[in-house]
C-alpha cells in the first residue's frame, strides 16, 4: 500500500452512501440529525491532510501543502457528498461537472479521487513522472474523474461558465461546480466570465471561493487584495453566499441554497486558513513552494491523530 | 470573383444546418465577422459574449467540454494574440474540439492599421501541440476547409483573410487536411504561397515568362499538420523555393519551408512577407507592395536565389 490509511480498502464514498441511505440527494446536513455523518465527514478530511502529508514525504516533493489543506473540506463535501456523480462511469453524460481552477491544489483532487473510487491507492506509487496518470497540474486526458486540464489561472471558471451554457442548452439538469482561490481573483478574465455568466443567468453555474486570504508569496493584503469579495460579486449580478470552509454542515447548506437559486450563477465564498492541519503553517507564513521538514511533518501527524481520537470519542466507535 | 467573408457567412449556415452541435461566438462583431446569417437561422446556438475575446477560447473549451463544436469568430488578432494562453492551456492542453475563425487576417484590413494587423498569428500557433491551422486560397477551398474543420476532432485556427478573389480551384478540387496543392509544375523554382495571394502568383508568373524560368506553384491550404514528404518530393523536384504569405516571415510557411528545406534538402530558400516590421494604415494591396510581398521584390527574390544555387553547387 502506498498510503498508511487503516480506511483505504473499504472505500469513503460507499460509507458514506451506507449513511445516507435514510436522506434524499441535495439536502443540507443537520446534526444532530446527521451526526453519524458529519462525524464520518469529519474523519474522511483527516484521512485526507493525512494522505496529502504522506505524497509529499514519501515521493519528496513540494506540494502547494498551503493551497490542498484549505480546500480540504470543500472538495470532501462535494465528492463524498454532495455532486451528482458516478465513479464507476466516469464519462456519464449527466454527471455533475467539478473545475478545479486553482489548479496547482490539485494533490487534493487527486486525494478526493483515490477517496471516491476514481484511482486507485497503487496509482500513487508514481507521482509527477514518466507514466504517470497524475500530472502536476489536473489533466483530463489522464486522470479519471477530472471533467478539465487546468493549471493556468483565471481560466478554469470561464471554462465551467462554458460547460453551464451547454448543459443548460441540451437541458440537462446537471450542474457546474468550480473552485477557485481568492489569488486566482486576481486575474482579469475571472471578472470578464463573472460578466458573462450573469448575463446568460447560467443558474446551473456554482462558483466557490477558497477565501484563504493569502496568494503564494503572502498576504493578499500586502500585494492585490480582493477584499471587498462579497460586494464585488454582489455588484456583479451573482448570488453570493458565505460559508466557513472547514464546517460540513455550513457547507452543506449554502450548496443547498446554490443548488436551489433560479436564474443567476452563485457564489460561494469560503472562509478558510491556509495550511490548515499543518500546525506549522497556521504560526507562519510559508511560501506554496516550501516543503515540510521532518519535524514540522511529525507534529502535523500528531495534531491529526488528536483531531481523529476527539472525533472518534465524540461519535463512539460508530463510524469505524 | 467571391468575397471569402460572405462566402464563410453561408458556408456556416449549411454546415449549422447539418451538424447540429455546432455554435456560433462572437465578441460583439457579429456584423464583422458576417455570423449574422447563421444568428438569424439558429437563433438559440449563437452566444455574442461582449468585448471580452480572452474569453472566447476558455468559454468555447467549456462548450466543447459538454460535445458542442463552437466555432468562435473575432478579427484574427483579437482571436488569436489576446487569448494564446487560453488557446494553449484552455483548447490544446485540453485537447477541445474548438474552431477558432480569425477573421480579416494579414494586413487585409490595410486602414485599420498595425493594431489590427494580424501578422504573428501563424507563428503563435504553430507550435501548440495539437493546433491544426488552415486558410483558404479562394471559395471552392474555404468550403470544403470549413467541412473538413468541422469534422476533424480537435483544435482548428482557420485563417480568413478579408478579401475578394477569383476561384482558382475547379469543382473536381479536393483539399484534404496535410496536403499540398500543387497548382503547376516546373523544374526551376518552387513558388510556395498561402492564402489569398494566387492573384499576385499569376502576376509573378507573367513577370517570369520571358525569363524562360520553369515555375512549380504550390498552394499551402494547411500549415499545420503539413505532410512533410509531400514538401520533400516536391521540393527535390526544383532548385530552390521563394515563399510568400501575408504575415511576418518569421513563424509563418516561409519558416516552416525553410526549416524541411534545411533538414531535408539542403536548397536555398528565399522568405517573402512582412520583413518583421509593423506596417502602417493604408489599402491592403498597397502594404503589401510596400512592405515586402511587391511583385519587384519578389521577381529579385527568385533571380536571387537561383543564383545562390548556382553558386552553392
Excluded at chain 1, 453519524?36 to 516533493?61: E, P, V
Excluded at chain 1, 490542498?68 to 456523480?85: A, D, F, G
Excluded at chain 2, 449563437?46 to 468562435?72: F, H, M, N, R
Excluded at chain 2, 513577370?207 to 521540393?235: E, H, M, W, Y
Amino acid at each position: 500500500m502506498f498510503f498508511d490509511i487503516q480506511n483505504i480498502n473499504k472505500g469513503y464514498a460507499a460509507d458514506v452512501k451506507r449513511l445516507l441511505e435514510r436522506g434524499k440527494p441535495f439536502q443540507a446536513i443537520q446534526s444532530p440529525k446527521d451526526l453519524d455523518l458529519l462525524n464520518y465527514l469529519g474523519l474522511a478530511a483527516i484521512d485526507h491532510r493525512r494522505m496529502l502529508l504522506q505524497l509529499g514525504q514519501k515521493h519528496k516533493i513540494r506540494l502547494h501543502y498551503g493551497a490542498c489543506m484549505s480546500m480540504v473540506e470543500i472538495i470532501t463535501i462535494l465528492y463524498l457528498y454532495w455532486l451528482n456523480i458516478d465513479p464507476e462511469k466516469p464519462d456519464w453524460d449527466g454527471r455533475d461537472r467539478f473545475v478545479l481552477s486553482k489548479g496547482h491544489a490539485v494533490p487534493s483532487l487527486y486525494i478526493t479521487l483515490l477517496q471516491s473510487g476514481y484511482v486507485s491507492d497503487r496509482d500513487f506509487e508514481k507521482y509527477r513522472t514518466i507514466d504517470s496518470i497524475f500530472q502536476g497540474h489536473p489533466d483530463r486526458n489522464k486522470t479519471p474523474g477530472i471533467d478539465c486540464s487546468t493549471g493556468s489561472l483565471g481560466q478554469g471558471f470561464p471554462v465551467a461558465c462554458g460547460m453551464a451554457w451547454a448543459l443548460k442548452k441540451n437541458g440537462s439538469s446537471a450542474k457546474v461546480y468550480s473552485l477557485l482561490s481568492d489569488g486566482e481573483c486576481n486575474e482579469g478574465s475571472v471578472w470578464e466570465a463573472a460578466l458573462i455568466a450573469h448575463n446568460a443567468r447560467l443558474d446551473n453555474l456554482i462558483s466557490i471561493i477558497d477565501y484563504n486570504k493569502k496568494s503564494s508569496y503572502g498576504s493578499m493584503k500586502d500585494r492585490n487584495a480582493v477584499s471587498p469579495l462579497s460586494q464585488k460579486w454582489e455588484s456583479f449580478g451573482w448570488n453570493v453566499l458565505r460559508a466557513n470552509g472547514h464546517d460540513f454542515e455550513d457547507l452543506s447548506r449554502v450548496l443547498k441554497q446554490a443548488h436551489d437559486t433560479k436564474g443567476r450563477p452563485s457564489i460561494i465564498i469560503c472562509d478558510t486558513i491556509k495550511g490548515k492541519g499543518i500546525p506549522l503553517h497556521t504560526r507562519q507564513f510559508v511560501s506554496s513552494s516550501s516543503g515540510l521538514d521532518e519535524s514540522h511533518y511529525e507534529e502535523a501527524i500528531v495534531y491529526l491523530n488528536n483531531l481523529e481520537k476527539k472525533i472518534n470519542e465524540e461519535s463512539g466507535t460508530r463510524i469505524r | 470573383m467571391k468575397n471569402l467573408a460572405l462566402e464563410f457567412a453561408d458556408i456556416l449556415v449549411e454546415i449549422g444546418t447539418k451538424y447540429p452541435e455546432v455554435v456560433v461566438l462572437d465578441a460583439d462583431l457579429p456584423d464583422s465577422c458576417k455570423t449574422e446569417k447563421f444568428a438569424k437561422s439558429f437563433p438559440k446556438r449563437v452566444w455574442d459574449i461582449g468585448v471580452a475575446e480572452q474569453s472566447l477560447p476558455t468559454i468555447s473549451a467549456g462548450l466543447a467540454l459538454i460535445g458542442k463544436i463552437p466555432v468562435y469568430n473575432s478579427f484574427a488578432v483579437f482571436a488569436v494574440h489576446r487569448g494564446v494562453d487560453m488557446i494553449r492551456q484552455s483548447i490544446c492542453y485540453n485537447n477541445t474540439n474548438v474552431k477558432i475563425i480569425g477573421h480579416a487576417a494579414g494586413v487585409s484590413m490595410g486602414y485599420t492599421g498595425p493594431s489590427h494587423h494580424t501578422i504573428e498569428d501563424i507563428a503563435l500557433l504553430r507550435s501548440m501541440p495539437g493546433m491544426c491551422i488552415l486558410q483558404p486560397s479562394d471559395a471552392v477551398e474555404l468550403k470544403q476547409m470549413m467541412y473538413a474543420a468541422i469534422d476533424h476532432y480537435g483544435p482548428v485556427y482557420l485563417r480568413l483573410p478579408r478579401s475578394t478573389v477569383p476561384n482558382h480551384h475547379g469543382s473536381d478540387y479536393e483539399f484534404k487536411i496535410g496536403q499540398p496543392d500543387v497548382i503547376s509544375e516546373g523544374t526551376d523554382i518552387s513558388l510556395f504561397f498561402t492564402g489569398d495571394l494566387y492573384p499576385k502568383v499569376l502576376e509573378i508568373l507573367s513577370g517570369l515568362k520571358q525569363r524562360k524560368i520553369s515555375v512549380q506553384v504550390v498552394n499551402l491550404p494547411t500549415i499545420k499538420p503539413i505532410d512533410v514528404d509531400s514538401i520533400i518530393r516536391l521540393g527535390n523536384k526544383t532548385k530552390a523555393a521563394v515563399t510568400l504569405e501575408d504575415h511576418n516571415i518569421m513563424g509563418g510557411i516561409g519558416s516552416m519551408i525553410a526549416e524541411i528545406y534545411a533538414e531535408h534538402l539542403q536548397k536555398p530558400v528565399k522568405r517573402m512577407g512582412i520583413n518583421d516590421t509593423f506596417t502602417e494604415s493604408a489599402d491592403a494591396d498597397l502594404l503589401r507592395e510596400r512592405y515586402g510581398l511587391g511583385n519587384k521584390a519578389i521577381l529579385q527574390a527568385i533571380n536571387a536565389v537561383l543564383k545562390t544555387n548556382k553558386l552553392g553547387l
